[in-house]
């Protein structure tokens, strides 16, 4: 499992596009990268996932690139519910038993 | 939202005493999880399962038991509990891609 090294916190004002980046540089071949959410009180909640280039969906963006050593987590448009913590996890969804999750950045969105 | 339970939600206890934290799923996962969460460690895996009777340790497996007799309930056993072992623990499930959290047991030993 890739090692990921990520800020431990941040602060961003609503209405702002925050991005959160993870190193992971000794990320392998069948490795994809995936962010949680989670909320206080609540277990993280699946957000995104990619190997390369860029992934979007309704929530946020992933970019990824050539190298894969890094990627970047990108929230449009942030709002109070946004705060949170974000984890990335880097790992073979295939083969990887398990899946271990580093401290997270915790995101302050403020008014 | 995934059909992941957790059992009980809130629990205080004694050293000493035996704890067991229940995990229920109803999607029928192969993968189940038993993580702990602290202030300042974020998310720790305890123990997993790959499925029925198939366990194996995470980074934090000292003093947990874990067993998986049937694909819908993994059980979390505290042999003896200690205060060290106050936290909140997550069960999660996956099928290769994505795991699904459950809401979490509050366990306090005292």
């Known amino acids: 499992l890739a090692k990921t090294t990520q800020p431990i916190s941040m602060d961003s004002y609503e209405g702002q596009e925050v991005n959160i980046t993870c190193s992971h540089n000794?990320?392998?071949?069948?490795?994809?990268i995936t962010w949680y959410q989670q909320f206080p009180s609540q277990g993280p909640r699946f957000i995104i996932q990619?190997?390369?280039t860029k992934v979007t969906n309704e929530v946020a963006s992933l970019f990824i690139p050539a190298d894969r050593k890094s990627s970047t987590l990108s929230l449009p448009r942030v709002s109070l519910s946004d705060t949170a913590v974000y984890y990335c996890?880097?790992?073979?969804?295939?083969?990887?038993?398990?899946?271990?999750f580093g401290k997270g950045t915790r995101l302050h969105i403020l008014p | 939202d995934a059909g992941i339970t957790q059992s009980p939600r809130h629990k205080v206890t004694e050293t000493g005493t035996p704890v067991t934290l229940r995990c229920h799923q109803t999607?029928?996962?192969?993968?189940m999880y038993w993580y702990r969460q602290d202030p300042g460690h974020g998310l720790r895996l305890i123990h997993y399962?790959?499925?029925?009777?198939?366990?194996d340790k995470g980074e934090v497996s000292d003093g947990y038991s874990v067993s998986r007799s049937k694909t819908e309930d993994f059980l979390l056993t505290l042999e003896s509990a200690t205060s060290s072992q106050t936290s909140v623990y997550f069960c999660?499930?996956?099928?290769?891609?994505?795991?699904?959290f459950g809401p979490g047991t509050r366990l306090t030993v005292l």
């Open positions: 000794n990320i392998a071949t069948n490795d994809y």
């Open positions: 990619g190997y390369k």
């Open positions: 999660a499930i996956s099928e290769y891609d994505t795991q699904y």
């Open positions: 399962s790959y499925g029925v009777k198939d366990t």
């Open positions: 999607e029928n996962h192969r993968y």
């Open positions: 996890l880097v790992g073979d969804v295939l083969q990887d038993d398990k899946i271990i």
